[in-house]
């Protein structure tokens, strides 16, 4: 192939990719609503004849920065801050986080006011339904 042509055709093969992406992405967003969710679960399924969805919801949260300053200088003394967050203020895991803010509720509390929430894409999976 010659390099115009690889060209030509690497430059499709992309917008192809970006349109299909699209289209997955609005697929995705209507089996989201279709799936069925068991209480408190992020992850339902959406059944077909042949084909099962499994649908994952997401979340993005972000710390407010100014507001794990002030919760670092007020709980410092008692260590909880250290074990669940870096210094850039990120929880070093979930699981750290869950468990330092079951030991104090004040702190709980604090560090849930000080994140913003938002929805992310859902993951979508698909597989074959046994016969």
Known sequence: MMMNELIEKGYKLKHKI?????E?????AEILKIAK????????RAIG????????I?????????????????????????????TEFKPRSSKDLDNVMAINEDFREAVLAS??????KPYVTFEKNKE
């Open 24 to 28: 997955s992405a609005k697929i995705d």
């Open 58 to 86: 997401r979340e993005n949260i972000k710390y407010d920065q100014n507001a794990l300053q002030q919760i670092n200088n007020d709980y410092a003394m008692h260590l909880f801050f250290s074990k669940a967050f870096k």
């Open 18 to 22: 970006k349109d299909l992406q699209a």
């Open 115 to 120: 994140r913003t929430i938002k929805p992310g």
């Open 49 to 56: 004849d042949d084909v099962t969805a499994k649908v994952q």
């Open 37 to 44: 969710f068991k209480p408190g679960s992020k992850t339902g």
